[in-house]
């Protein structure tokens, strides 16, 4: 073949491609001829089915917990999961029962993880 180095892997890296193409459209050739048509689905598969019950998802709280006065975007989410307004949002007014001195423990543990050295053999 007579290729350097840079042409060599060029052409066996079109060589590559080109063969890894071929095989992706005979897969793709097969897996379209083992799927079935939606018109020749049985319905008894579909009746015996258990039936879908829709769960309603959990609403957004637009409104302060405390005072109940409406947020809207400009609601504080609190680390306690709630949603309360400028004059509840601190935890001292809204007697928030998450604990941030546990959190800040765990986060400074974390944050740096303890080190210790070998004890030094003297002579």
Request: proline residues 4%; hydrophobic residues 35%.
């Amino acid at each position: 073949m007579g290729f350097c180095s840079k042409c060599y892997r060029d052409v066996k890296m079109k060589e590559d491609h080109a063969a890894m193409a071929k095989v992706a459209m005979e897969n793709l050739v097969i897996n379209r001829s083992q799927v079935e048509p939606v018109g020749k689905v049985s319905c008894s598969s579909s009746a015996s089915a258990a039936p879908f019950v829709e769960t309603p998802a959990e609403a957004v709280s637009n409104r302060c917990l405390t005072c109940r006065k409406k947020v809207g975007v400009i609601g504080f989410k609190c680390r306690c999961g709630s949603t309360f307004c400028g004059t509840h949002r601190y935890p001292e007014q809204h007697d928030c029962t998450f604990d941030y001195k546990s959190q800040g423990k765990e986060e400074i543990a974390k944050a740096n993880p303890v080190i210790k050295a070998d004890k030094i053999s003297r002579f």
